[in-house]
């Protein structure tokens, strides 16, 4: 079975270049390893910038369905310090160009815009090899494979499609995160609810630090960072959810007990250990193939993995469209103008400084970066 292009991933990214490819009336097939659309949660809240984001989905010709789902009034972000002073608060004005959806939504309203059968399900790509000329074939777990004029890998860290152009391999940021969620907030836990406020949240020490937002139904959605060794973590046994509970809590022992909370109170604690391809990742032109997303550049949270995603997805797909008797143009220019974006975009939240201050003051370096995330 040949098809003109193939992606391999059902992520933000790869459906967005499906999308721009069948708004240019390029044949595309998508597929995901996941068994169906609504086999797993999709995770949390996006905001979706309005220099990349939303650009894209401009490009998809999908923004009047992503502003039918943007939840008012979460572009508002506060810092408190550990014993729950405000620190730094900036409201929702309404002027803000980050405006936040649930991600699930989002993948939601891509999906739709596909024509059915366009995402192959339960394809999980086993092997991936070059068959010369510009070709490649994909083998899948129940042993079916497609071969490819065009292969594009938008499957994410551990990409099958990664090796034909890199040897790159992600590495252990050295921290990781811890992900709960508080149900009905507002009612049950308003000290938690009024800390958090109408949209994000975060309050650090060194090496320790919790970030929190609300998302819709009055949930809010935590992300406990800490800054240790992979080692320290698989000392935790995340299979007792009270066990392991308690011992990230220990770890935040003299925190405001309505920061502690989000912890305590939240639902079983998941582990997210944080990996990162190096900021310069690029690779030299191989034909038939290339990378988007995390495939490509694979980053620390930092607010920029998700957009980066999908403008990725649209401008391969409006380069395939510019040129399209020539794939190796199309993916030289794609390549060309993705290398620098994500290498400018590889930042990260500003540490403190080691000298001169206590542990609640704010440098201009990090008021600048929380006025940007809120805007």
Known sequence: MRTPVTIIGAGLGGLTLARVLHVHGIPVTVH????????????GMLDIHDDTGQLALRAAGLLDEFRAIVLEGRQAMRVLGTDGTVLFDVPDDGTGGRPEAQRGDLRRILLDSLPAGTVR????????????????EVVFSDGTAVTTDLLVGADGAWSRVRPLLSGARPEYVGKSLVETYLADARTRYPATARAVGDGSMMASS????????????????AYVWITEPLNWFTGIDFTDAAAATARIAR????????????????????????????????????PGVT???????????????????????????????????????????????????SAAAAVSFPERGSEGGSEGDMTPDMIEFITRQGR
Request: net charge negative; hydrophobic share 40%.
């Open 121 to 136: 399900w339960g394809r999980k790509a086993t092997v991936v090899r070059a068959l010369g000329g510009g070709r490649h």
């Open 32 to 43: 995901e390893a996941e068994p169906s659309p609504s086999a797993r949660s999709q995770g």
């Open 251 to 286: 770890e935040f022992t003299g925190w405001a007990p309505e920061l502690v909370a989000l912890i305590t109170e939240g639902t079983a604690p998941v582990l997210r250990s944080l990996y990162a391809l190096p900021d310069e990742h690029r690779w030299d032109r191989v």
């Open 206 to 221: 060194p090496d320790r630090e919790i970030f929190a937002h609300r998302e819709s139904g009055d949930t809010l959605h």
């Open 291 to 341: 990378l988007i997303g995390d495939a490509a550049h694979l980053q620390a949270p930092n607010g920029e993995g998700a957009n980066l995603a999908m403008l990725d997805g649209a401008e391969l797909g409006r380069a395939l469209a510019a040129h399209p008797d020539d794939v190796e143009a199309a993916l030289s220019a794609y390549e060309r103008a993705m290398f620098p974006r």
